[in-house]
């Protein structure tokens, strides 16, 4: 079968989204079918984590097509969704919109810093959405709190490959405090600088890690820039005390299911992209109450350094119920159906 996973956004943004679809596309490839890649030069706020060169070795031989324009010929093509999507996309083949963002269904519109893109996205879906939805043969959806009006909805969640993000090394020895994910509003980065001033003012004993870029210009944060290395990555949240995740708006929350499945423990926002996961969560309502928790689990890995240990298998029994090995080949099902 000839697959082509069309994505409004380049893969060198290196985001949820675009490890989504190179890790599925490789999937897909392995099971031999025939994948390619095609994108939008496009990345919000000009950031891309991820050079070329070092896309093509992750792509291992899949074709990549980065234009404005693409001319598809695919058995099935499957589309991030974004509203009018397939006017950049021109294929003859049945497609799939893959509801990859929460913009459209925020109970606002976001804050300027979000991306004047992504913000006249939602409006357009506002205006336009159930009609431009009805032009694709099937829905995906990631979420069960995502609700969507077509004929033909697929949900079928996000995944890790529980054989990769497994606990690999023992916790540092300083209380380690990890974000991992770009610096932006939605995913609740201002939220994080406040913890680690707060926590650093306090307890200099305690160390914030962010993986997802550098932090030249901040004192409390230690960034070690963009990890592409599944196994790295997973080194790192075991290594780790406590993940936090102050995302205001979500789809499937990925980082929060790599973290379980490693074992450690992650404190997120009450919002119902998070709640619908059934996932045994730490929850947080606003930056006090942030503060409040990671001292208390501050204060109780002081008295008892392996404490946070005790939960670490209950966790990750938790995050296998999105192993790869069991969400893949759904996701494989729905492409054959929809052909």
């Not at 109450?289 to 670490?312: A, G, T």
Request: net charge positive.
């Amino acid at each position: 079968m000839k697959i082509a996973l069309c994505l409004h956004i380049s893969l060198t943004y290196g985001g949820g989204g675009e490890k989504w679809a190179w890790t599925v596309a490789k999937y897909l490839s392995r099971k031999g079918h025939q994948v390619e890649i095609h994108a939008l030069p496009y990345t919000p706020h000009g950031r891309r984590a991820v050079d070329f060169s070092e896309l093509v070795k992750i792509l291992d031989g899949i074709p990549y097509h980065e234009t404005w324009h693409h001319i598809i010929h695919s058995d099935i093509s499957y589309m991030f969704y974004n509203p009018l999507a397939y006017l950049f996309f021109r294929c003859k083949s049945k497609k799939i919109a893959g509801i990859h963002s929460n913009v459209y269904f925020m109970p606002r519109i976001p804050p300027l810093t979000y991306g004047l893109p992504a913000i006249l996205s939602r409006v357009m879906y506002k205006s336009m959405g159930i009609a431009d939805l009805s032009l694709y043969d099937a829905i995906h959806i990631m979420n069960k709190a995502i609700k969507v009006r077509h004929r033909k909805v697929y949900y079928i969640p996000n995944f890790v490959d529980t054989d990769v993000y497994k606990p690999l090394t023992n916790k540092r020895d300083k209380f380690t405090v990890l974000y991992v994910g770009r610096p932006s509003w939605q995913k609740g980065w201002d939220v994080f600088l406040t913890l680690a001033n707060v926590m650093r003012s306090k307890y200099n004993d305690a160390e914030f890690i962010w993986v997802g870029g550098t932090s030249d210009k901040l004192n409390d944060v230690r960034g070690l820039g963009y990890v592409t290395n599944d196994h790295e990555l997973a080194k790192l949240y075991s290594s780790a005390h406590v993940t936090v995740y102050p995302s205001r708006a979500d789809n499937f929350p990925l980082v929060m299911v790599e973290s379980l499945a490693c074992g450690t423990p992650v404190l997120t926002t009450r919002i119902p992209a998070h709640l619908s996961l059934d996932l045994p969560l730490l929850y947080a309502n606003d930056v006090y109450d942030f503060s409040q928790k990671i001292v208390n689990l501050y204060r109780e890995w002081k008295k008892d350094p392996s404490h946070l240990m005790s939960s670490s298998v209950s966790l990750r029994k938790a995050a296998k119920n999105y192993d790869s090995k069991n969400v893949l080949p759904i996701f494989e099902r729905m492409l054959k159906e929809s052909c």
